[in-house]
């Protein structure tokens, strides 16, 4: 189905905001903790690891039926290259921010970069394969269970190890997680982009559907945040730091 290529789908674009709601809240706490104000074990307890779980895919859900938009509106290869080039320079400034603050566990492949490449495979394939929506769920399924098998089939493989090694580290086949701030790699998170795809490519097929529907008034604002979240990304850590460093400065700790 093509989708008219002015018309956006503000029902998405509320979900992006909303998205972005939650994670500014997780991160102003990540925050509060890195400075002290409260103490949480945001590496281990499954209050945050769960939320950081559920963030991360809801980007990546979004991220994926965005890209289902874009190829039925006949986004340009040019419209693609210059939104994915945003993508990787944004990706290469958030490593260069996390290691000036955190060098011993600055992020290497993070929510971005892990974009970045499960956006170049998903364009490829979503324009040569676009039916057999069962075969990508099947995919997408498959892209999220592969992960856990990766210690057992080290265990019986030892040369398979070498996916341990950090340059392979994007690829999620590890039997340790390594030690980063934020860690995104290709598996398992390519099947939660891939399911946001399929999903979506599922509702345009029903233009009488809940994603066609107007969008209630009180989601507008959200619907404005989607619609700017990589700007909004990059720009609410600095200002959420700023806030604490000058509170700090102020009245002390």
């Not at 903790?33 to 499954?46: E, L, S």
């Not at 693609?80 to 290497?108: H, K």
Request: charged share 15%; net charge positive; aromatic share 14%.
């Amino acid at each position: 189905m093509q989708v008219q290529a002015a018309a956006r789908l503000e029902r998405l674009d509320a979900l992006r905001g909303l998205a972005m709601v939650w994670m500014s809240a997780y991160h102003l706490c990540f925050d509060l903790n890195h400075f002290g104000y409260i103490a949480q074990d945001f590496y281990r307890d499954p209050l945050w690891t769960t939320q950081r779980t559920l963030i991360v895919s809801a980007f990546l859900l979004c991220a994926g039926a965005g890209q289902a938009v874009a190829i039925a509106q006949q986004q340009s290869a040019r419209q693609f290259a210059r939104r994915w080039l945003q993508i990787a320079a944004c990706a290469a400034l958030v490593s260069l921010g996390s290691w000036w603050m955190f060098p011993a566990s600055f992020i290497y492949f993070g929510v971005l970069h892990g974009m970045a490449v499960m956006l170049l495979i998903l364009r490829w394939a979503g324009r040569r394969w676009p039916g057999h929506d069962g075969l990508w769920w099947l995919a997408g399924a498959a892209a999220m269970a592969l992960p856990w098998w990766a210690p057992a089939l080290m265990a019986a493989h030892p040369d398979l190890r070498l996916l341990d090694e950090r340059w392979l580290h994007w690829i999620g086949l590890i039997s340790r997680k390594p030690v980063t701030e934020d860690y995104v790699p290709l598996l398992p998170w390519l099947g939660v982009m891939i399911w946001g795809h399929v999903g979506m490519r599922t509702l345009l097929r029903r233009p009488q559907g809940w994603l066609h529907r107007p969008l209630p008034t009180p989601g507008h604002p959200l619907a404005t945040l989607g619609r700017w979240s990589l700007s909004y990304y990059m720009l609410h850590q600095p200002v959420l730091l700023g806030i604490l460093l000058a509170w700090r400065s102020l009245l002390g700790p």
